[in-house]
T-cell receptor
């Protein structure tokens, strides 16, 4: 049973639309992450949060934004979707110390297609 | 710049044919080296963490080893259900840098 949930699993949307990808975890982890993954390519960190009201941009520049108002919830928003945003988005979480002991727990991902 | 490189990109094996995957890293202040398995359409699933050179971890047909500059994932007598993409990641601070993965296909 998954402890980190992402919705929707698949999303096809038109250019210019605003979208929010949801990510929730039930493990009480303080750290959460968003990665972007294109087919055959490595995961790239686009946002991370070390706790409530804490968000940082990752290594890969992204036009998306995130918020962390509750420990368990870390949504990602695109104000105006473009075809270049087409990708798989993976959410992950870890607890303090867990990141270097047990790695991350990943959700199943959202595959976004912007037409 | 921190970097993780995996080879080969793809590996096709006959059932029972053992092989190894390589992960080389140039991460300063490495805090851990991770191996994940990723099935199509799913998120990565944690396999192993290695912390220091010489360390080894085993799980069923998989064994991970670590040196100062690289890690190996050995697959012994693989079965078709071992077919997946195997990802390597290096931890610095609380963030992971991932390699592009090795896609393993095991034919019956």
């Amino acid at each position: 049973e998954a402890d980190i949930y992402q919705t929707p699993r698949y999303l096809v949307i038109g250019t210019g639309k605003k979208i929010t990808l949801e990510c929730s975890q039930t493990m009480g982890h303080d750290k959460m992450y968003w990665y972007q993954q294109d087919p055959g390519m490595e995961l790239h960190l686009i946002h991370y949060s070390y706790g409530v009201n804490s968000t940082e941009k990752g290594d890969l520049s992204s036009e998306s934004t995130v918020s962390r108002i509750r420990t368990e919830h870390f949504p990602l928003t695109l104000e105006s979707a473009r075809p270049s945003h087409t990708s798989q988005y993976l959410c992950a979480s870890s607890d303090t110390g867990g990141a270097v002991n047990y790695g991350y727990t990943f959700g199943s991902g959202t595959r976004l297609t912007v037409v | 710049e921190d970097q993780v490189t995996q080879s080969p990109e793809a590996l096709r094996l006959q059932e029972g044919e053992s092989s190894s995957l390589n992960c080389s890293y140039t991460v300063s202040g490495l805090r851990g080296l991770f191996w994940y398995r990723q099935d199509p359409g799913k998120g990565p699933e944690f396999l192993f963490t290695l912390y220091s050179a010489g360390e080894e971890k085993e799980k069923e047909r998989l064994k991970a080893t670590l040196t100062k500059k690289e890690s190996f994932l050995h697959i012994t007598a693989p079965k078709p259900e071992d077919s997946a993409t195997y990802l390597c990641a290096a931890a610095f601070d609380y963030k992971l840098s991932f390699g592009a993965g090795t896609t393993v296909t095991v034919r019956a």
